[in-house]
């Protein structure tokens, strides 16, 4: 769980101490453009680790949004684990030939022995499979972890976390100015 918290308070309502309304409109914006930045933190370090596209990584984060009444941004990272085919994987598609895998960027390929591309009939799915049996069917997807796992790591929540309180208050000061020196 990624907190930050507003550092000037009692800067805020000595210069607010007349309009509580200009007070929350200025803290649910700088709210916002920190999440905004903390969701497209999650992505660069995610992508740091992992090899996953940035598209695939966003479509997981959601941001639910502050308001003027409600002064709490919640980024949420959800969803089902992510198929083999999203990180680096050769062949992209059907072939004959062995199919090597990465997840981390540090790893290099690796050949997954009984492995195979192919497209699920029913809705067009690509994926890795492998088949469960000797015989032919039934077969299992491969998957690697989720994006809620991989924003899930300490190191990742830390960074998440501190570009989160940096954008905070360089918006806050920036909104502040805004509020003083031209117009809400």
Request: aromatic letters at 6%; charged letters at 30%.
């Amino acid at each position: 769980m990624v907190q930050v918290r507003v550092r000037h308070a009692e800067q805020l309502e000595r210069i607010f101490s007349q309009s509580k309304k200009e007070a929350n409109i200025v803290l649910w914006r700088a709210i916002n453009s920190a999440a905004i930045a903390a969701r497209t933190r999650a992505s660069v370090e995610i992508r740091k680790k992992y090899v996953i596209k940035a598209a695939d990584v966003k479509r997981r984060i959601k941001i639910k949004s502050a308001n003027a009444t409600q002064l709490v941004a919640e980024i949420r990272a959800s969803g089902p684990v992510t198929p083999l085919m999203k990180f680096d994987v050769s062949p992209k598609f059907p072939e004959i030939m062995k199919v090597r895998a990465r997840v981390l960027r540090e790893n290099s390929k690796e050949v997954i022995q009984t492995g195979f591309v192919t497209r699920v009939r029913k809705n067009g799915f690509v994926n890795v499979f492998t088949r469960v049996g000797t015989s032919r069917y039934p077969i299992r997807g491969l998957y690697g972890p989720s994006v809620a796992q991989m924003m899930g790591k300490n190191e990742i929540i830390e960074s998440i976390q501190a570009r989160a309180q940096e954008m905070l208050d360089n918006r806050l000061e920036h909104e502040i100015k805004r509020f003083l020196y031209g117009g809400v």
